[in-house]
């Protein structure tokens, strides 16, 4: 086991599916993992899937008609039973083909893309699911080892420039563009990668949470390598 997984506070490890959706956030915890070293060629699937845009939703008929070798069949089947077993638990899970996502350059002192360190917001109770089975994985990182994008003087001075509106009216706008998700490491911020075949279950940020949302970014993809991505 990752080493740094379980020397984290902020990280739960769990060994079942039922534990990773039943088990209670609470004081620094606001990630869990269903920690797996899964036996299977998930690099065969994605070789054979076809990418028709930048992200490209996998469903799992597609899957089932791909002619797959024995490791590939096994990819599959792990593949198939994660999504059966989230939407069994009332989750919409996604399989996306990922070559890259949208990138967001309109302003050179803030971010909003998902490359940019960020917590993931509703209005429900809800949490983040997720599983890199091929490609580069996602990164968490302490919510004391990061401060939000909008309380750093000079960032806040920009976006104030930029409302350029009625003072009541500022934080709306923040939330109205998602700024006030974001967030910036501190100098010895140890971000944590998530690694392959592990599912995550990430806090959010809604009206009964009862910890911190997880502060959480996509990767930068490996060069010329496709991700392989479950997300709800």
């Keep these: 086991m990752n080493n740094t997984f379980s020397e984290?506070?902020?990280?739960?490890?769990?060994?079942?599916?039922?534990?990773?959706?039943?088990?209670?956030?609470?004081?620094?915890?606001?990630?869990?993992?269903?920690?797996?070293?899964?036996?299977?060629?998930?690099?065969?699937?994605?070789?054979?899937?076809?990418?028709?845009?930048?992200?490209?939703?996998?469903f799992p008929e597609d899957l089932i008609a791909l002619p797959l070798s024995e490791k590939g069949n096994r990819a599959r089947e792990i593949i198939l039973n994660d999504l059966q077993l989230l939407t069994d638990f009332g989750a919409s899970p996604s399989l996306n083909l990922l070559k890259c996502y949208e990138r967001d350059d309109e302003f050179d002192f803030i971010s909003t893309d998902v490359y940019s360190f960020h917590v993931d917001r509703s209005s429900i109770a809800t949490d983040t699911f997720l599983c890199t089975y091929h490609g580069a994985a996602s990164d968490i990182v302490s919510n004391s080892q990061a401060e939000q994008k909008i309380l750093i003087p000079e960032i806040r001075a920009k976006l104030k420039e930029l409302h350029d509106g009625a003072e009541d009216e500022f934080g709306n706008f923040l939330k109205e563009n998602y700024f006030d998700l974001h967030y910036q490491l501190n100098p010895d911020a140890k971000p944590i990668n998530l690694g392959l075949m592990n599912l995550w279950r990430l806090a959010v940020d809604h009206p009964k949470q009862k910890v911190l949302p997880c502060i959480h970014r996509a990767p930068l993809e490996n060069e010329g390598e496709y991700r392989l991505l479950l997300i709800c």
């Excluded at 534990?19 to 004081?27: E, I």
């Design 8 to 58: 984290s506070n902020q990280i739960g490890i769990v060994s079942t599916f039922s534990d990773l959706v039943n088990t209670d956030f609470k004081g620094e915890m606001n990630a869990l993992c269903l920690h797996r070293n899964l036996d299977g060629d998930f690099n065969e699937i994605v070789t054979k899937l076809s990418l028709k845009e930048n992200i490209t939703e996998v």
